[in-house]
């Protein structure tokens, strides 16, 4: 505890004006999350240097990219006060759609059209997810979470107990290889971070995201449509998760029915861990992505700590260890600010 | 928005939809698959029914205050790691089950501290505990899976009494427990209120933390029981047991008719969407041999149920 403390609490110890101290306020979680980042990497890197590598870090930022590219969607989801737990049964059902119709085994369709028909149907399945979520009424949580299981024995369906291999080899080698010696997946994280950055910043439909979080009564009342926001959360979401199925799926030797599998609560987790409430309303796109790599960044610095298969094993425990230091050292700085006889959003 | 429940009138239309449901798919069942209804093959098949079933009594309270569980699966297989653990080393059954629950009942009291004292919301705490216990367990037991536990112990999965399977007593006898719990006691009162109106059943004198603290706490011990029959049922324990449990739990219990913005939900409702489920997948799998297909039937199940209902209770409160 004291040490979480510190983690977040000694950057605004010395009296300054309100403005300032307000800003502090706002990025603590971004600096406890780059603070936890650089500590792991301090201590793996004074175990063994090579850590420091490029190619260590391309590595990390190309398993990273997939999370980021679907976090970006779900964190406006989460802003508008919903929740998208579907992304990674969707994302295995597009994989399976996609892998079917360009393998040279199955259909063998040109990328060109496969390409973009991949993403319109994730586009769709994001649309009609937000139509039940905002017209039908139905929780988000409940819809997506049917969806989850309904698509995924779908995509298993799809596959009929075999594997999808032999993608084209164009697709494969600009996937692994990339563009200028980036690799795509990068690039399109990029992209899409961009967008978004752009997106909440500077476009009236990002505040309104917002507005429509912070509170849908007054949303309301301002003349914002509650259906429209929603539509488009949901439909970027699952433009996005297709968006990632088509830069990530193609490295991977072959496509498995079982792709995606507890990816939705990690994109979830990484939302929630950098900083968006999840009574919608507030949160930053960079706290998310600190996240990301946070939660990433964990396997391959055990791998260096040269404790063998033993160290792998435990990722998921410090993964969680990292989750409950960063949501409770928030609890903690927040329970100071406010009075504590204030009742915790529900 | 929340549920705010309506008149008297239709109080239990949510049970009734589901009730007249799983009397449609039986129905369709004995038809389709001659014996199906035959009580004899429906204990037989219901072993699988059981954990879900403990758990979804603990996760049906959770819900009705308007919190959430996401972290019962990775309790069950941290117990059963624990389980293996104490069981190998020591030796001795009656250690081994008791570790077992005491680790259940500490992760839940886990769980309940942090949302009773820190105010986390119950979503993020379990979450994190749902990477945290499973990672435990990966990283303790290091892939290793322990097994042979003796006849004596799979009985308590296997056997019957009075011809009703030994869990499927354990289950009722809790069931029971619950509702009247729930129904009757000033206790289970306090629940709805706190998932109708937190801030109300503050200040009306209910100590809000103790109950949610309490809550979190019986259904990681729930979990620890669970976990004891899964390992019992197959005779080996390892970390990945209860696996992808919290996600089914949660469908039964919400298609059972508890609001998940809390403050709406019944044992029985639970009962009879577990019960749904249960016969829904038997069905599908027993006639079209397909599992696939069984999770499309179940995820197209729990939205079209709930979002019927929202349809109607629209309907009716306009």
């Excluded at chain 1, 997810?129 to 024995?153: E, H, K, W």
């Excluded at chain 2, 639970?270 to 499309?296: A, F």
């Amino acid at each position: 505890m004291s040490n979480s403390q510190t983690l977040t609490v000694d950057h605004d110890s010395r009296p300054v004006c309100f403005s300032t101290r307000f800003f502090r306020l706002i990025r603590q979680r971004e600096a406890g999350l780059l603070l936890l980042i650089s500590l792991t990497s301090v201590v793996v890197g004074i175990h063994d240097v090579r850590f420091f590598s490029v190619d260590v870090w391309r590595d990390i930022l190309v398993r990273c990219a997939p999370t980021a590219i679907v976090a970006c969607g779900v964190m406006l989801v989460v802003v508008t006060g919903e929740i998208d737990i579907s992304v990674g049964s969707l994302m295995a059902l597009l994989a399976a759609v996609m892998g079917r119709m360009l393998s040279e085994q199955e259909f063998d369709i040109s990328c060109w059209i496969g390409i973009p028909v991949t993403l319109g149907l994730g586009t769709l399945i994001g649309v009609f997810t937000g139509s039940l979520v905002s017209m039908g009424r139905v929780p988000s949580i409940i819809v997506t979470l049917g969806l989850l299981t309904a698509l995924r024995g779908l995509t298993t369906l799809m596959m009929g107990g075999k594997n999808i291999d032999r993608l084209p080899e164009g697709l494969t080698q600009v996937a692994k290889q990339g563009f200028l010696g980036v690799p795509i997946s990068i690039l399109a994280a990029a992209g899409v971070i961009g967008l978004t950055s752009v997106l909440i910043h500077h476009i009236p439909l990002g505040r309104r995201l917002y507005a429509l979080g912070s509170s849908a009564e007054s949303a309301r009342m301002a003349g914002l449509s509650e259906v429209r926001l929603k539509l488009f959360a949901f439909g970027y979401t699952g433009f996005l998760t297709a968006l990632a199925t088509i830069v990530d799926v193609p490295r991977l030797p072959k496509i498995e029915s079982g792709i995606g599998s507890e990816f939705e609560l990690l994109v979830v987790t990484c939302v929630v861990v950098g900083g968006v409430a999840i009574s919608g309303g507030q949160g930053r796109l960079i706290g998310v992505l600190l996240a990301v790599v946070l939660m990433t960044m964990i396997r391959p610095a055990l791998t260096f700590m040269d404790i063998g298969e033993a160290g792998e094993k435990w990722t998921r425990a410090i993964q969680g260890m990292f989750i409950l230091l960063a949501v409770v050292s928030d609890s903690l700085f927040s329970w100071r600010q406010r009075h504590s006889g204030k009742v915790h959003a529900a | 928005m929340p549920d705010t429940g309506g008149g008297r009138s239709y109080a239990w239309w949510h049970e009734t939809v589901i009730a007249v449901l799983l009397v449609i798919v039986l129905q369709f069942a004995g038809w389709l698959v001659p014996g199906f209804l035959k009580l004899q093959s429906q204990l037989l098949l219901s072993r699988q029914l059981w954990e879900f079933a403990i758990l979804a009594l603990g996760m049906t309270l959770i819900i009705i205050t308007g919190g959430i569980d996401l972290s019962v699966g990775s309790t069950m297989g941290l117990s059963a790691v624990v389980f293996g653990g104490v069981h190998s080393s020591s030796g001795s059954l009656m250690a081994a089950s008791l570790a077992c629950l005491a680790t259940g009942l500490c992760c839940g009291a886990v769980n309940g501290a942090l949302v009773s004292r820190l105010r986390l919301h119950p979503l993020i705490v379990t979450l994190a505990t749902f990477a945290a216990y499973r990672g435990i367990a990966e990283g303790w037991s290091q892939g290793h899976s322990y097994s042979r536990f003796g006849d004596a112990f799979s009985d308590l999965a296997r056997g019957s009494w009075l011809g009703v399977p030994l869990p499927g007593a354990i289950f009722v006898l809790m069931a029971t427990g619950f509702a009247v719990f729930l129904s009757k006691t000033p206790y289970g009162r306090f629940l709805y209120a706190i998932g109708h109106n937190e801030r109300a059943a503050k200040f009306s004198g209910i100590s809000v933390n103790r109950i949610r603290f309490w809550l979190y706490t019986t259904s990681g011990l729930l979990a620890g029981l669970a976990s004891l029959i899964y390992v019992a049922r197959f005779d080996t324990a390892q970390a990945d047991v209860g696996k992808g449990f919290e996600l089914d739990v949660i469908t039964a219990v919400v298609l059972g008719g508890t609001s998940i913005y809390g403050g709406r939900g019944t044992i029985p409702g639970t009962m009879l969407g577990l019960l749904l489920i249960h016969e829904t997948r038997l069905l599908v799998s027993r006639y079209w041999g397909s599992d696939e297909l069984r999770s499309i039937v179940i995820g197209c199940l729990l939205i079209v149920a709930v979002l019927a209902c929202q349809l109607v209770s629209r309907k009716r409160r306009s």
